[in-house]
C-alpha cells in the first residue's frame, strides 16, 4: 500500500514539473519574439511544443516566429541567388528547408512560395555543374582526398547528381586499391587482404578485388600441422585431451589466415571430408607438458563458539507488550577446503621451411576451488558469532559480535554452497583456459609486424 501510494505521488509530481516546464519555455521564448530574437523564440517554442503538443501558446508562438526565421532565411537565398553566390544560395535554401522540415515535424505548416524551388534547381544545377568538373580535375590528378570531399559534398546535395557516386567511390577506394596492390607487392598479404576486403564490402568488385582478396588470402594463410605433444607427467592422457581441445579451438577462430591440417611425422592431409589431399604444413605446433599435478585437499572443520539470540515478549505493569533479549552461548561448525590443478606446459610454432620459431610461450597456470562454510544444528537466522570462555559462566573475555556487518558475515557462511568441484570440472575448467591461451598466441602471430 506505502509502495502505491509513494507511485502515485511520483508520477503526479512528474505530471506538474512537465506542465510547468513548457510553461516556463514557452513564456521564455515569448521573452525573446518581444526583443525581436525570432530564432531562438522559435527554438524555445519548439521545445515547448515537444513537452506538451496541445499547448496552443507554443504552437501558435511556434508557426508566428518560425515564419519569421524561415522568411528571413530564404531572404538571404534570394540575395545570393541574385548576387550570383551560387554556393550561399544552395546552403540558405537547405537550411530553410531543413527549418521548415523540423516544425513541421509537430505537426506546424509555414507558407512557402513555391517559385523557392524553382530558383534552387537554376542555382543548384550551375553549382554542382562546377562542382563536378572541380571534382574531375582532382580525379585526373589524382588527389583523391580533395576528389572525395567534392563529389562528397556533391551526393549530399544531390544524390543522384549524375555519376557523382560513382567517381565517390573511386575517389575512396583506389587509394585503397593501390595501397592493397603495393602491400602485395612487399609480401604484405594480410595488409592487403582487409583492404580488398573493405573494397569489396563497400564497393562490390572494384577492378579486381575479388580475385586480389582471393589471392592475398591464400598467400596469407599459415596451414598449421598440430604434432603430438610430449608429457613429463603423471598423467598419460592429458597430453591427447589437450591436443583435441586445440584443435578444435584453431579450428573454431575466426582469423582467416590460420588453417589446421591434419599432421603427423610422415605426412600431412588436410582435416574432413578432403583428407585425401596431401598438404603441407607452413608450421608445426609443438607442445611439452612439463608436468600436471592434481590436490584433492582436505576438508578441515573448526569448533567455533556464538551465541543463540532469543528475543521474548512480555507485558509490563501498565499491561503494555514488550519485548527482551537475552543471548545463549552455543557451538557451530566452520569448514574449509581447497582443491586444485597445476600444469607447466609450453609451446612453439615452428615454420616447417625456416625452422624459424614463429610463437613461443610458457604456460603455468593453476585452477583452484575454496569452501567455506557454516553449519548450525539449530535456527541459522537466531545465530550471532562472538566468543565465551566458559558455556555455564560469564568472563571478561566473552563478546557478542551482533552488528549488522557481523551477524551478515555469518548468515553468508551458514547459506555457502558446501560441495567442492571434482577433479574433473576443475580440469575442464583448466584446459579450456589453456586452450584458449594457447590459440590467442597463435591468432596474434602476424609475420608483418
Excluded at 515535424?105 to 572541380?134: A, C, Q, R, T, W
Excluded at 519485548?323 to 610454432?349: A, D, P
Excluded at 614463429?358 to 539449530?378: E, I, P, T, W
Aim: proline fraction near 2%; hydrophobic fraction near 30%; aromatic fraction near 10%.
Amino acid at each position: 500500500m506505502k509502495t502505491s501510494i509513494k507511485i502515485l505521488i511520483f508520477a503526479l509530481l512528474s505530471v506538474v514539473v512537465l506542465s510547468c516546464a513548457h510553461k516556463r519555455l514557452a513564456k521564455k521564448a515569448s521573452d525573446y519574439e518581444q526583443q525581436g530574437m525570432y530564432a531562438e523564440a522559435s527554438e524555445l517554442y519548439y521545445q515547448s511544443v515537444l513537452k506538451k503538443n496541445d499547448y496552443i501558446d507554443a504552437r501558435t508562438g511556434l508557426k508566428r516566429t518560425g515564419q519569421r526565421v524561415v522568411d528571413d532565411k530564404f531572404s538571404k537565398f534570394t540575395e545570393a541567388y541574385h548576387q550570383g553566390n551560387n554556393k550561399e544560395a544552395v546552403y540558405y535554401y537547405l537550411e530553410a528547408r531543413d527549418f521548415e522540415a523540423k516544425v513541421n515535424s509537430v505537426g506546424i505548416e509555414l507558407s512557402i512560395p513555391p517559385y523557392y524551388e524553382e530558383y534552387y534547381n537554376e542555382v543548384k544545377s550551375n553549382y554542382l555543374d562546377d562542382k563536378y568538373f572541380e571534382g574531375k580535375k582532382c580525379l585526373n590528378k589524382e588527389d583523391f582526398s580533395k576528389a572525395e570531399s567534392v563529389f562528397r559534398e556533391i551526393v549530399e546535395i544531390d544524390e543522384n547528381y549524375k555519376d557523382s557516386r560513382e567517381k565517390l567511390n573511386i575517389a575512396v577506394y583506389e587509394p585503397k586499391y593501390r595501397q592493397a596492390i603495393d602491400y602485395m607487392g612487399k609480401g604484405k598479404y594480410r595488409s592487403a587482404y582487409y583492404l580488398f576486403d573493405e573494397i569489396i564490402r563497400h564497393y562490390t568488385d572494384y577492378k579486381e578485388s575479388s580475385d586480389l582478396r582471393r589471392e592475398a588470402l591464400n598467400k596469407a594463410t599459415i596451414k598449421i600441422g598440430v604434432e603430438d605433444f610430449s608429457n613429463s607427467s603423471t598423467n598419460h592422457t592429458i597430453d591427447e585431451q589437450l591436443k583435441t581441445r586445440l584443435i578444435q579451438a584453431l579450428n573454431q577462430t575466426d582469423n582467416p589466415f590460420i588453417k589446421v591440417v591434419e599432421y603427423t611425422s610422415n605426412k600431412s592431409r588436410i582435416s574432413g571430408s578432403r583428407q585425401s589431399m596431401s598438404i603441407k604444413p607452413d608450421a608445426i605446433l609443438k607442445g611439452n607438458i612439463l608436468s600436471y599435478n592434481y590436490d584433492m585437499g582436505r576438508l578441515k572443520k573448526d569448533n567455533k563458539r556464538g551465541y543463540l539470540k532469543i528475543v521474548t515478549s512480555y507485558k509490563d505493569s501498565e499491561g503494555n507488550t514488550k519485548t527482551k533479549t537475552r543471548y545463549e552461548k552455543v557451538t557451530y561448525e566452520e569448514y574449509r577446503m581447497s582443491r586444485g590443478v597445476h600444469i607447466n606446459f609450453n609451446i612453439k610454432l615452428v615454420d616447417t621451411k625456416s625452422n624459424e620459431i614463429m610463437v613461443s610461450k610458457n604456460f603455468n597456470l593453476k585452477n583452484q576451488d575454496r569452501l567455506h562454510y557454516a553449519k548450525y544444528g539449530g535456527k541459522d537466522k537466531d545465530l550471532v558469532p562472538g566468543y565465551w570462555s566458559h558455556k555455564n559462566s560469564d568472563s571478561d573475555e566473552d563478546v557478542i559480535k551482533d552488528g549488522h556487518r557481523d551477524i551478515r558475515a555469518l548468515q553468508s557462511l551458514l547459506s555457502a554452497r558446501t560441495k567442492i568441484k571434482t577433479h574433473d570440472a576443475l580440469a575442464n575448467e583448466l584446459m579450456n583456459d589453456i586452450t584458449g591461451r594457447i590459440v590467442e598466441q597463435v591468432n596474434n602471430y602476424n609475420p608483418e609486424q
